[in-house]
């Protein structure tokens, strides 16, 4: 009766450390920064024509996470300025995405703009530099704080405050 039981057991352990095994791989292949089929970087250059209310700027969609986001891009100085400053609706968007050429230490503030948002800071592979939460600010943008992410960034995407999930950020593969 004990030998059954210990080939058993033997024969569990020894499936328990290949699924344990497969599982450091799977999950070492995706920190180790593979490549996503489609890079934020390519996302935002083949960006579309935004809806309202953001009409004349471009968006595209992403992912942070495994959720899917839209999003509108700002992806030049002026754009990054005006950013959601007196906005309350995002339209058809879940956040507005700050695209840089090079890595950045901007900081962001919350000049006119009337609602709570979070922000989270990716590197140009899309792993997490830091995450914010932004109160509104109804003053100048010398009365506001600055915010300002712990290291150099090469995205910036602000959500309304509860609805930036945890994770990497990645582009979203159109359909073909």
Do not use: H, N
Request: charged share 25%.
């Amino acid at each position: 009766m004990r030998r059954p039981a210990r080939v058993l057991a033997a024969v569990l352990v020894g499936v328990g450390l290949v699924l344990l095994v497969l599982g450091i791989w799977r999950s070492g292949a995706d920190d180790a920064g593979a490549a996503p089929a489609r890079s934020v970087e390519r996302a935002v250059d083949e960006a579309g024509p935004a809806k309202q209310p953001f009409r004349g700027l471009t968006a595209t969609r992403i992912a942070v996470g495994a959720r899917p986001f839209r999003a509108v891009i700002a992806d030049d100085a002026d754009e990054r300025v005006q950013g959601l400053r007196q906005r309350r609706d995002l339209g058809p968007y879940d956040g507005m995405l700050f695209a840089f050429d090079e890595p950045s230490s901007t900081g962001f503030t919350m000049s006119t703009v009337p609602v709570a948002l979070d922000i989270g800071f990716f590197d140009s592979s899309g792993r997490v530099v830091d995450r914010l939460r932004m109160e509104p600010c109804a003053g100048s943008e010398a009365e506001c704080p600055a915010y300002r992410a712990a290291g150099p960034f090469r995205y910036a995407l602000e959500t309304l405050a509860g609805d930036l999930p945890r994770g990497r950020l990645s582009a979203v593969t159109p359909p073909s």
